[in-house]
Structure formats: structure tokens, C-alpha cells
């Protein structure tokens, strides 16, 4: 009994170890996050690794959905004097790695763009594996243009200060036709302006002006320039002439046709 006793106890502390043992390979304690989260071109990026165990062994990144020697990007080593070991995937890429785990893509390119995954290795039985997807952008992508938000005094304000303008404007407006309406002089029928009574006459008569259909003649004996902007000069009235003149003939008549005369015998 004593020893089934001690193997059921060794049975299940076995069992305890091995529930609480990760899984080789394992991607749940390994995170990778990328700074910026949506990189343009010509921008440096970093993915840096999250949930890095303190001791292990080196870390390999690779570029593609395979983790194979043809997609490996660097291995680093942190006890070697020159870490960094690059593989056949870098090509004429700047990737820098640092002893975190993490990785740094300088002047990013929209060809770089693809899946990345690394591999921490802590001891030659448990490896710890993390995956991401980067897309580099052609352009900078412009963000909407938000208008900042109006205050409500002020908006009222605003609405209030337009509308009285408004009606201002169309006071001022109503009030010059109206005006204008009043003293404009009214047609007749004849469609002659009717000119109405004077304040200073006193009487209620309505008198009309018509123009003079008569051009005055100026004198002859004014030989000088006139001016077209004033009337021409009335003509000067005839010297009347004596009333003795009418009378001449019978006051000293003459004698010659009396002295012709000859007597009949």
C-alpha cells in the first residue's frame, strides 16, 4: 500500500508538471508589435518583441509564411562578440537586430511589405514562435480634415447678428422706395409730370409750365458771340413816330398843282 501510495503521488506530480510545461513552439508569450502601426515609404520600423523569456539561447526572423533557410532575414546570438549573423532573405535590406529580440526595418520600402515571424530559441527542446503581417504604404494617407467644434454662444450669436443685418438692409431699403415714391412728381394722362402746389402759395390752384413754341429772333445790331446756354435778346420796339407827321401835307400843302390851274372864259 505504501509504495501504490507513492506512485500515485509521483503519478500526479508528473501530470501537474506536464499541464503547466509549454508546449514547444509555442506563440503565446511571444508578442510582436510594430511601431509605426501602418508605415509609410522611406520610414524607419520596428517590431519590437514582446514577452521575451530573460535567458535564451539566439532569435532568427524570417520573411515569409515558411520558417526555412531561404526566407531567413539575421540570426542573433547575444553571447558572440558580433551577434548578428545575416541570412540569404536580407538581401540590400538595413535591418538592424538588438539583444530584446526585436527588429528594426530602416527606410522601409512597399516591396518589403509581407509576413514576418521570428523564433526564440530557449534551449535546444522549447522554442517560442510570433508572427505579423506589415504593409508599407505607397503615400502618405492624408486624414480628413475635422473642423473644430463651434461653440453654441457663438453660433447663436452669429445667426442672431446676420438676421438683424438683414432686416436692417431691408428696412433701409423699404424706407428709400417709399420715400422716393412720395416725392417723385405724378404723370397725367397727357404723360406730362403734374407739378403740384407750392407750400408758400397759400392757394390750392395747379399750374402747368409748357414750353414756348416762338424761337426769339436776336437783334441785328447784336453782333457779338452768344452763349447756347441763355435765351436770345427780345428785338427793340420801333420809335413811334410824331403824331404832327400824319398832318404835314395838310398844314403846308403845295401850291404848284393850284397854280396850273387856268380859268375857262
Known sequence: MGTLSCFTKGLLLSACILALWPPHGSRAALHIQKIP?????????????????????????????????????????????????????????????????SMLLRRAQPSDSGTYQVA?????????????????????????????PLDAGLLAATIIGCLSTGLLLAGSLAF????????GPRATASGKPELGPHADTGDNNVYEVM?????????????????????????????????????????????????QLVPKS
Open 37 to 101: 502601426e501602418q508605415p509609410q515609404k522611406n520610414q524607419d520600423l520596428l517590431l519590437s518583441l514582446q514577452g521575451v523569456p530573460d535567458s535564451f539561447q539566439d532569435f532568427t526572423w524570417y520573411r515569409g509564411a515558411e520558417a526555412h533557410g531561404g526566407t531567413r532575414l539575421f540570426t542573433y546570438i547575444p553571447g558572440l562578440q558580433r551577434p548578428q549573423r545575416d541570412g540569404s532573405a536580407l538581401g540590400q535590406r538595413d535591418v538592424v537586430g538588438f539583444p530584446n529580440g
Open 120 to 148: 526564440v530559441a530557449i534551449n535546444p527542446a522549447w522554442t517560442m514562435r510570433a508572427k505579423t503581417e506589415v504593409r508599407v504604404a505607397e503615400k502618405p494617407q492624408k486624414l480628413p480634415a475635422t473642423s473644430p
Open 176 to 183: 428709400l422706395l417709399v420715400t422716393r415714391g412720395c416725392r
Open 211 to 259: 414750353p414756348s413754341p416762338v424761337l426769339l429772333a436776336t437783334p441785328l445790331s447784336n453782333t457779338g458771340p452768344t452763349s447756347a446756354a441763355l435765351p436770345p435778346s427780345l428785338p427793340l420796339p420801333l420809335r413811334p413816330e410824331p403824331e404832327a407827321h400824319q398832318y404835314q401835307d395838310l398844314l403846308h400843302p403845295d401850291s404848284s398843282p393850284y397854280c
